[in-house]
């Protein structure tokens, strides 16, 4: 026991940097970082928002379980007069899925987004004070990522100034919504506008589903829990839930009215607010995945390399540190390295963009604000493209760190297999990952024809303006150090993006019409969104490394990362980069050799990267993760909690066991 204690604090001792300056970094700010400690300490050491027991509860028990932690939630808020951002990292570190999580990210976001100022001024008082839970209630039984073909209607009557919320079929249930089976009060509902009998396409309607004095739905309104989720724990805290109108009538005032509105008279008023405002809500959302799949995939890559360094298999006898023979540690072997550490540098890259993204969101909301809408599509697009890719990306690398941990990377206290159920979904909810990259594709399609009117392409899609160049140009790298400069590596990323998006452009104009040219070539344009999406991480890493960063040896580690992310993914998708001639085979085999070198530079400072996530034991709920790297005892301890040890002969031996054995040892007398 005291042996493997001793292994981790000798990792710790092998760090070439400071990791206090790190946390710094990872956080974001001193602030952030001072902030979120503060709170992660504050959850970790009160026992009312344990979650050791997660696994082991039945639906109804994790349910209500849930509630219980979302109530004492609010009541920790306010004892403690905590502020919106304190709040947020409270919700945050008690890690529980809840009602909550839909009512404060997306109801409140789609109230503030959608909502005239009137509006706001009466729902959001309420929202605020939780006197009103919200859900978000836009997919269907039939339809989730065609948002246009949704049934549900909202149709005017001018007698009563009221709509008619209604649901003309049976897969025009609502179904999915997060808090909406048995908590949510209010939704955001989305249903066909319909006045004078014409039809509007989708708006939002703010809808009254159950009653505030006895929590039964109002009349005509059917609504319940869709059902089991993949995984124990994980999802299955949350009511997800199907919801069906009967003629429900709501006041005209409810309709959502910032982009467009109804008049008393009837009459459909648009503003001179771009109608994609009404999709505000999941743009907010998709940028702040962005930022949740760099946690989720951190979490596991603490466990995993945490684990790698403790655990032990073969190898020569080496001596440890006190002189004793022991064997290899998994961490060293290069095929462990080369599967764990490209995540490391992930983690941080995603870390990167997610914080850049959130800027650009913030910097959207401001000119919005002041009524200027050009940067909307350029949003919408980094937003849905990068959401999919680090999305993806993070659900595969946590199944990835949980092969990397072997056989006890598959039980429930290791923590990944409830991280990676609670996280897959992500690769679909608030956008499936596919249907998202068409969307960038889409733009970057558009983009490229506007080159040829002289529209100057802005933002993210700048490097488009040398597309002349970035066509005939040829990598210069020479040797392996070559792949150490960030524009060799930005150029060899650009090329190979425009070229990916100028060939599907290309043979776009070969289709009889662009919509078949778009369906027969989709699997072509999700690689070169994909491609597209690459380039940001990557242009946002080596931007980040431009800035001033402190702290001793904090930037070396940071450009260690941002390489290895970089050879890794002209490694992983070299056939793009060959196809298109934008490295040739001699660079790639020197890109891989520069790779392998990374690793061996990164290896001593990989427990302290991550411990520069900050995590508590408690946030990572996982015994192979633990800060102490003292696996084997705990995982002994947890073995003994299971309700299977409850008792030494297990309920059912005396029904279906022993008369089994009875039997056998009759037949072997006879
Ligand atoms: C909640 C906290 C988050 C933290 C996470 C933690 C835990 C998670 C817990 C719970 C889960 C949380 C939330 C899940 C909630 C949901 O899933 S809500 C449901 C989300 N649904 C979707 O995302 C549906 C996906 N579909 C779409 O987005 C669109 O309908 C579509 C694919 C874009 C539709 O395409 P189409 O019909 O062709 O286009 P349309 O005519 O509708 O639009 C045309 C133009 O509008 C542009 N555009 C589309 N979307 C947006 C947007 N969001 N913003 C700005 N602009 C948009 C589009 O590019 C077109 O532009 P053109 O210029 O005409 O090309
Ligand atoms: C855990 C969870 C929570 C959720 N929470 C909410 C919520 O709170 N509120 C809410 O309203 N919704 C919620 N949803 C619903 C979610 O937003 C939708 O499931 C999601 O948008 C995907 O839509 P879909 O289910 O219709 O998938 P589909 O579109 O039916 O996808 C099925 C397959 O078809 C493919 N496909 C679809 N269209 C195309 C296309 N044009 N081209 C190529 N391939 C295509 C997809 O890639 C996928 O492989 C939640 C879902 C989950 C899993």
Redesign the pocket.
Known sequence: MERIMDHLAHERSKAQFSVEEMKIIWAGSLHAFQVSDRIARLVASDPGFRKDNRAVLSRKELFKSALRKAAYVWKRINELALSEEEASWLRFYVDE?AYA??H???FVPAIKGSATEEQQQKWLPLANNMQIIGT?A??ELGH?????GLETTATFDQETDEFIIHSPTLTSSKW???GLGKVATHAVVYARLITDGQDYGVHGFLVQIRSLDDHFPLPGVTVGDIGMKFGSGAFNS?DNGFLRFNHVRIPRNQMLMKVSRVTRQGKYVESNVPK??L??A??Y?RQ??VA?ASIALSRAVCIATRYSAVRRQFGPPHEDENGKGVETQVIDYKTQQSRLFPLLASAYAFRFVGEWLKWLYTDLIQKLEANDFST??E???CT?GLKSLTTSAAADGIKECWKLCGGHGYLSSSGLPELYAAFV??CT????NI??LL?VS??LM?TISQLQTGKKPIGTTAYMAHVEHLIQCRCTVQKAEDWLNPSVILEAFEARAIRLSVACAENLTKFATPLQGFSELSPDLVEAAVAHCQLIVVSKFIEKLQQNIEGNGVKQQLETLCNIYCLNLIHKHLGDFLSTGSISPKQASLASDQLRSRYSKLRSNVIALVDAFNYTDHFLGSVLGRYDGNVYPKLYEEAWKDPLNDSIVPDGYHEYIQPLLKQQLQNARL
Do not use: C
Not at 144 to 148: D, F, K, L, P, Y
Not at 429 to 432: I, L, M
């Open positions: 899925l999580y839909i404060w990210g997306m978000y836009q997919t989730g990522s065609n948002v246009r999915w919504p997060g949350i994609q405002l999709y505000g999941m743009v959302v702040i995945i949740d909307l599509p949003a919408h697009a849905a979904p992500a909810y608030e956008g499936d249907v998202l969307q889409r733009f558009k």
